[in-house]
């Protein structure tokens, strides 16, 4: 099983990223697939989930600023993110479960993370 993350890095506070979950491995349609971030010095956190029909959940600090989505057809997951603030800097993960929650728990498969880096 792996779930690769891509397209971290140095974004400015305001601008735009969009990160990439590569997923192989498992069979990825039978699975809920999230995003989750860790910042210095904090616990890792639920940032977006997407359930089978394709119906998102947000965290409260991200609603209305990213996006969760992804390909079926690719077995890949992607977060867009915009209006970016210095307070979403972490390293960001995805996940695979049955469940469809933000709660760290329930999530089998986990990628290596991807670091963001915002600056003000």
């Known amino acids: 099983v792996q779930l690769v993350e891509s397209g971290g890095g140095l974004g400015q506070s305001g601008g735009s990223l969009r990160l990439s979950c590569s997923a192989s491995?498992?069979?990825?349609?039978?699975?809920?697939m999230a995003w989750f971030r860790q910042a210095p010095g904090k616990q890792r956190e639920g940032v977006a989930v997407?359930?089978?029909?394709?119906?998102?959940t947000y965290a409260d600090s991200v609603r209305d600023r990213f996006t969760i989505y992804q390909d079926n057809a690719k077995n890949t997951l992607y977060l867009y993110m915009h209006n970016l603030k210095p307070d979403d800097t972490a390293i960001y993960y995805c996940?695979?479960?049955?469940?469809?929650?933000?709660?760290?728990?329930?999530?089998?498969?986990w990628g290596q993370g991807t670091q963001v880096t915002v600056s003000s």
């Open positions: 996940a695979a479960g049955r469940v469809a929650w933000l709660q760290l728990v329930g999530y089998k498969y």
């Open positions: 491995g498992f069979t990825y349609s039978s699975y809920y």
């Open positions: 997407i359930d089978r029909d394709g119906i998102p």
